[in-house]
């Protein structure tokens, strides 16, 4: 219903453009930088914005949200202490400078400017980087910031689709696998651990995940069984000694290569003692807050090494067609079954709704997503 | 004088081929591990084991030390606890299985075999791997496990050919440099330190120089700066907040992308931290036994990586053709005057002198490389 498509007499690369103008739009904008907890209980920091689209330029897409996650990487952003600061403006016409939060999420192309190529209306597409904003109804963006997802259709949610840009192949990039070898991990239980789960099981390679000690740990277990996990360890049971002689039972003389770090401290330092030579000790996240201490002798005798991974320096670092290549494999995956959506929560973001109610349902979201309380992703739906 | 060369009907690849058989040799041999102080004070573990060279076999060669230093890996090598674990034997015809001491050395062929190729009698040639034991007046073995010195004459001194070994070219298989591009590096006053202030100076890098704060300071200041030093800070400045923004001064601009560290702990930890973007992290030693502390935030969001250095690797991942590659690289920094001796003590091992003098003698230098206490490294040269 916001959508004006119509043919068009000199047809490029896209086979419709169209213009989308005067649409009205909401965006979930803040102002300053600050704690989520603050910021949210501070209305006029973190508030809805309503806008309307701009006609569309030359080289532009207008897009049509239709679903978004709330990323504790999003929360850190609207603290300032994430790496990527979006600039505070007004180009959505606000009083003041301000910044959309949000930086996943997969959208439909509503409008084509004349000058764009390779895109067609109705495509499903992801923002190509972080930091552009996706807790907001519409956008009116360069065609060259948007990505298309390539092979979807009706088998791939929306779910799957909004929460595919944060899991870049990690394991591809950093190891050469064989069949039969082993990953480790820890925060097996987090969206991209149970990811990588997939992934490596879909791959023939095996796994070893460890996770917090918890009331329904069996329960846990069977979940990340149920995925593909080959074995699944306590964070206690890691750092017991006898631990050692049991995993090089599970190992049999096949390679453990790669330790893909989420949590930091000792649980990661646990991590790269398992490490074969040349094994990579990957760090992606840090939810225990703690460095962890790297000992001296497997990095000059066993070649190991340690590396970080940021997917926004993926994203920069491969081209769009490495990007589309990557998408396609996951969505060939989802389509073959072996990749489950994240445990998810519905955050509904009713665009006709009161202001009010939008704001009360968004901070409930972010702040499940930022205690841990929710039952999984939030993820906003943009609804009428 | 235990040389036995004559010319040979069918040449092959080298000048002269001939036999040196019954030669008689000596080598410092162990036959336990234990502690150095240990082994030492328990002569029989820790001795001279006389013996004389074997015929000739067809792809072997028979060499003569010159000069051999006592590295502190070689005494962890004695005690048992260096990965590489030279064999317990009795192929010198000792009673015992024992094995010989050293890992680094300059040595003279004085015979060879009629199939070896690419060696000639007279050349100065050095152990090709690490734990073929270098303690020792003689030696008879493959051709495969030595490696010709290219361009060594009068101009280089044997305490250079005996410590050239030790140092490939650190910083070159790790980063690409460019001219004015900045190297950190803590340790800076050790033997790999000044070597890594002279190439680098010598190709145009500069240095940022960590060492331990001491009385002489000055002195050891301005000695490094003859050596081409850029800067030298001591460890306690390192770790101070200032120095953040002087660094910064000197860095005008210009890359830091390599951090050398002999140290570990906290000291490595502080090093990582003023690294650029895609800086590497490199440990060859831990002088301090304490693991070093990596935050995540780098990793993640700077690329910066962590990695070992281990010459022996280095020696293993890299062909013939690439070592002396590198040999004749450094070789040719020596004879421009680029490339300083390492500060060393002479230690006499007189062949024909008796047993117990020459174990007091040695006992005395490894001692001294145990303990700091020498006034360099100690470094054994083999006279009649």
């Known amino acids: 219903m916001h959508l004006v498509v119509r043919p068009l007499s000199t047809v490029k690369s896209s086979l419709f453009y169209s213009t989308s103008s005067h649409v009205p739009a909401r965006a979930m904008v803040y102002a300053q930088y600050g704690k989520p907890s603050e910021v949210l209980s501070r209305m006029p920091l973190y ?10 330029k030359p080289q532009d897409v207008h897009i049509r949200f239709l679903a978004a996650p709330i990323n504790p990487a ?37 409008a084509l400017g004349d000058q764009v190529k390779g895109f067609s209306v109705g495509d499903k597409v992801v923002m190509a980087q972080a930091g552009r904003g996706t807790w907001r109804s519409h956008a009116a963006l360069p065609a060259s910031e948007v990505q298309l997802l390539p092979g979807f259709n009706s088998q791939v949610s929306l779910v ?35 990811f990588v789960i997939q992934i490596a099981h879909a791959w023939g390679l095996k796994t070893i995940n460890v996770v917090r000690d918890r009331p329904n740990l069996d ?7 149920s995925l593909g996990a080959t074995h699944i360890l306590t964070e206690e049971e890691l750092s017991k000694r006898e631990t050692r002689s049991k995993l090089k039972g599970w190992l049999d003389g096949r390679k453990l290569r790669l330790a893909l770090n989420c949590v ?50 993926w994203t920069d670092t491969h081209s769009r067609q490495e990007r589309e290549a990557m998408f396609g494999d996951l969505i ?53």
Not at 280 to 298: I, L, R
Request: charged share 25%; proline share 5%.
């Open 219 to 225: 329960e846990l277990k069977e979940y990340l069984t």
């Open 47 to 56: 508030r809805i914005h309503k806008h309307t689209l701009p006609d569309v």
């Open 160 to 194: 799957h689709a909004a929460t595919l840009t944060a899991h870049p192949h990690i394991n591809v990039d950093n190891v050469e696998h064989h069949i039969g070898d082993y990953v480790i991990q820890n925060g097996a239980n987090s969206a991209v651990g149970q």
């Open 74 to 110: 999003d929360c850190n952003q609207v603290e300032g202490v994430y790496p990527i600061k979006p600039p505070f403006n007004t180009s959505l016409g606000s009083d003041e400078p301000v910044a959309v939060g949000g930086n996943e999420g997969v959208a439909e192309v509503i």
């Open 264 to 313: 930091g401290g000792k649980n990661a330092t646990e991590l790269g003692r398992y490490l074969d030579h040349e094994g990579k000790h990957v760090t992606y996240g840090a939810m225990s807050k703690q460095p962890m201490a790297v000992p001296a002798a497997p990095l000059i005798f066993k070649d190991v090494s340690y590396h970080g991974f940021w997917v926004s320096r």
């Open 332 to 384: 060939n995956l989802i389509k073959e079954g072996k990749l489950r959506e994240p445990v998810w929560e519905k955050v509904s973001w009713k665009l006709n709704a009161s202001e009010q109610e939008n704001e009360t349902a968004f901070k409930e979201a972010v702040n499940k997503g930022i205690t841990g309380f929710g039952k999984g992703k939030q993820i906003v739906f943009f609804e009428d």
